[in-house]
């Protein structure tokens, strides 16, 4: 008899903070609560999530990027099913998977360049295969990446993280890495002179602010890298599969990097999954003898689930043309929020492509709100977007982030297959926050002080 999990979720949803604070992070559980996030997700469809008293939630979060299809999408569902009904081999190990065969090809289509695929668990894994890949082919040992730019938390992709706050306290970090600002191709060419850089680690948009690149800057640094003999490295795993109304974010503006990292979206938010997508002569350097066969590699990498979900997901992209559909939809949200910019002087920018978006937020010139501003900032950095993500989620119900630490960008990242109705409701959500935020003294500006307040206490604590 099958444990009856459904009735076992049901049973104990309810202690889910109290068991996490006891058994796993405490911290996250402090955060929800102060925020008041704590309202206790009990299922998800699409692009919606549902809380224990049936309220209906728009998730422009997408679990972090991974719900690209939407949660629970019935064919990835269904294909994950007869996976498990088929008895299939799974994991043999002294044999090679069929399904990683297929979807390598497949994806390999879409990315014409590159004639291998590396299949990792995680995006973390996508970046840490990389710098194999680039040290074997290149013999060279350094690493060169952009501030603010975010490539995972184990060692080797941490050691690329142009953010402090990822490493304080966790050093020493991997040696021959180093930062330039992004977008600053004068920097770039003088860190890859030194002829000893294997790598330039770089995500075409930045997930961290949602920054874009200017129009020549990944073009010119193919070609710098090029130059002096460093591979580059698209870090797609944010931006990829479609994110950006592009398959791949490079294409844009029509770079074709060296290894292309993806993962994600590719697990049609079921089963973890990550790939290097390289061209020949690079993987060849690394698996380069019979004997290094299994050199780099990973237990549960290419296992069936996790590839039947990566085929299943680009079936559903292809059939919704969900490509086509997060141009679209970005293009209206986009164009949406440039015309709130102008109406709002606390709106400075909004930035992004296709369904990256992120709203950029800044000092208002009057002198009432300029005062609440610098009053806040003062109190605790890069506080105010919380201002904006609160109520749009308690009053509004909506989820999104901000867009990093101490951010003044919030960030949207909703599922690809959002409708002109979820857009209708975006547009009038923001619209109603950013306008309550217009006035001082208003409520929220009441919660910019309690949550400052909240967060020097814990400080302090
Ligand atoms: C651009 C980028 N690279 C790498 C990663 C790490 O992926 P994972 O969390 O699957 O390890 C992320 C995750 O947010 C990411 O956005």
């Known amino acids: 008899m099958a444990l009856d999990i459904v009735s076992l979720f049901a049973e104990r949803e309810s202690e889910r903070y109290g068991l996490h604070a006891r058994h796993l992070n405490e911290q996250m559980v402090r955060v929800l609560k102060a925020i008041g996030y704590d309202v206790g997700f009990r299922s998800g469809r699409g692009q919606y999530l549902y809380d224990r ?5 728009l998730d422009l979060l997408s679990g972090w990027g991974v719900f690209a299809i939407g949660r629970n999408h019935p064919a990835v569902r269904e294909v994950l ?14 044999d090679v998977s069929a399904l990683a065969g297929v979807l390598a090809e497949r994806l390999l289509k879409r990315v014409p360049y590159c004639e291998k695929v590396f299949f990792a668990n995680s995006g973390t894994e996508a970046v840490e295969a990389a710098i194999k890949f680039a040290r074997a082919a290149t013999g060279r040992p350094g690493l060169v990446y952009c501030g603010h730019g975010f490539h995972g938390l184990s060692y080797g992709s941490v050691s690329l993280v142009g953010d402090d706050i990822f490493r304080q306290g966790l050093g020493p970090f991997l040696p021959d890495c180093s930062e330039v600002p992004f977008n600053d191709l004068a920097a770039l060419e003088r860190a890859l002179a030194s002829k000893k850089i294997a790598a330039f680690m770089v995500e075409p948009i930045q997930g961290k602010g949602v920054n874009l690149p200017a129009d020549d800057y990944l073009k010119e640094a193919l070609a710098l890298c090029r130059k002096h003999g460093t591979l580059m490295v698209a870090d797609e795993i944010q931006t990829g599969m479609g994110r950006t109304g592009r398959f791949l974010a490079v294409e844009h503006w029509g770079v074709e990097p060296d290894l292309v990292l993806i993962a994600k979206s590719l697990s049609g938010g079921h089963v973890p999954v990550g790939a290097v997508l390289a061209r020949k002569w690079i993987f060849d350097k690394l698996f380069n003898r019979m004997d290094r066969a299994v050199v780099h590699g990973s237990t549960f990498s290419k296992n ?3 590839m039947a979900a990566g085929l299943a997901t680009l079936d559903v992209m292809e059939s919704e043309r969900l490509i086509e559909n997060a141009a679209a939809k970005g293009a209206r949200l986009t164009a949406a929020f440039a015309d709130m910019a102008r109406r709002y ?3 400075k920018d909004v930035h992004g492509k296709g369904l990256m978006i992120g709203l950029e937020f800044g000092v208002p010139r009057s002198l009432a709100l300029k005062a609440s501003w610098s ?15 609160i109520p749009l989620f308690k009053e509004h119900k909506i989820l999104c982030q901000v867009a990093g630490h101490a951010s003044l960008t919030v960030k949207l990242l ?14 009038r959500a923001f619209d109603a926050v950013i306008a309550d935020a217009h006035k001082v003294p208003g409520a929220v500006w009441s919660l910019g002080k309690t949550l400052a307040e909240h967060a020097m206490k814990a400080r302090a604590s």
């Open 345 to 347: 002087e606390l709106v």
């Open 414 to 427: 909703p599922p690809l297959i959002i409708t002109d109705d979820d857009c209708d409701w975006i547009e």
């Open 53 to 57: 008293d049936g309220v209906k939630y």
């Open 81 to 94: 099913k007869r996976v498990l009904d088929a008895d299939l081999p799974n994991l043999v190990q002294m």
């Open 304 to 306: 069936d689930l996790a």
């Open 375 to 389: 009053l806040l900032e003062s109190m605790n950095k890069g506080l105010f977007c919380q201002l904006i993500t």
